[in-house]
């Protein structure tokens, strides 16, 4: 069958999809009560990826119907994985439930016409508090390790049960990792953005309450790169890139470079440095981008504003707009060199 009409048998299907994140933040106690059971089903021996369409709509079905319930509740875990609490529900109730779900779940699998994936079952009557997720997996471990003593499980379910688990976990970082990208990277550049480079001048300004080493910022901003972006969108971000890479070679290991807000703007954070030394270090990387572009189609250069910490800001905001207002005033005498910040230019 393909995927379009099995889509369309099923179409009334939730789109709801509480998933590992949802399961962490759930009110645990809610989700299981007092006492009552949970059932994992898991979905494997998954062969290519478009298998993974296939058990999204498994899952889809499960969450239809579960719905019918009252305080049933069901959460996508990992990639093949969910699991359906029964918090104080009766016995009889929790098997007539299950099995509507068993049976719908085996219809499904025929309907898809997929014999490899196959369905596998833990069930877990409880009757005692969970509070919390490390209890509930305490929980699952304990009574899986019991029934392994007892032949009452296979070493088969426990590998997948474990499996289960670590993949829950392995999900779950591969997520933060991938948000934590979306928020703090650059997506044309693929150097850090601004956000990651707020937070690490706070950083530094908290740790120079301890070590009183000052800092400086570098506020870079290419002149006259409009010409790319007028041969094309793609030609402009290659410049960028070209940029951030001729800066990342002309700083020391220890500075950090960002990509700010617009256009061809940088942000250098120097650590543990003087103004002296930022001048000259703020002098190299100008001459660096001078030099290494001058045989490109626009030879390109940048202005830079300079700024030090403690002296020229007591925070973030101060440190950045005088740092911009300084590479402003060197575009305004004629680009090409850099700027330290000076009361004078405040306004």
């Not at 049933?72 to 009766?90: A, E, H, K, S, W």
């Amino acid at each position: 069958m393909e995927i379009k009409a099995f889509d369309d048998v099923y179409s009334n299907c939730s789109s709801v999809r509480p998933n590992f994140f949802d399961f962490l933040e759930a009110d645990i106690s809610k989700i299981f009560g007092e006492k009552g059971a949970f059932i994992v089903f898991n979905v494997y021996n998954s062969k290519n990826e478009n298998d993974e369409l296939y058990i999204e709509s498994i899952f889809k079905l499960v969450r239809n119907v579960i719905s019918t319930y009252s305080n049933v509740y069901g959460f996508i875990l990992g990639t093949n994985d969910i699991i359906i609490t029964f918090p104080n529900y009766n016995l009889t109730d929790i098997e007539k439930i299950s099995c509507k779900v068993e049976v719908s779940l085996n219809n499904i699998m025929k309907i898809i016409e997929k014999p490899y994936l196959q369905l596998n079952k833990f069930t877990l009557k409880y009757n005692q508090n969970i509070n919390s997720v490390e209890d509930f997996y305490e929980l699952l471990f304990d009574n899986v390790m019991k029934q392994e003593e007892s032949k009452e499980v296979s070493r088969v379910k426990l590998k997948s049960i474990i499996h289960m688990f670590t993949n829950n976990i392995r999900n779950t970082l591969h997520s933060y990792k991938y948000a934590n990208e979306l928020a703090f990277i650059d997506d044309v550049s693929g150097i850090s953005n601004h956000r990651a480079g707020k937070l690490f001048l706070s950083k530094l300004i908290e740790e120079y309450m301890e070590n009183r080493k000052g800092f400086a910022i570098m506020f870079i901003d290419g002149d006259n790169l409009k010409r790319y972006n007028n041969i094309s969108y793609e030609a402009g971000n290659q410049m960028i890139r070209n940029l951030s890479t001729i800066i990342k070679s002309s700083i020391r290991c220890e500075d950090k470079v960002f990509r700010w807000l617009s256009g061809d703007e940088f942000v250098v954070i120097l650590k543990d440095i003087d103004g002296q030394n930022t001048l000259k270090l703020a002098e190299r990387v100008r001459k660096a981008v001078q030099v290494q572009t001058k045989n490109y189609i626009y030879p390109t250069t940048i202005s830079v504003g300079v700024t030090h910490y403690p002296s020229d800001g007591k925070n973030v905001n101060d440190l950045i707009n005088r740092a911009e207002k300084a590479n402003a005033y060197a575009k305004s005498i004629g680009k090409n060199r850099v700027i330290k910040w000076n009361s004078s230019m405040a306004d």
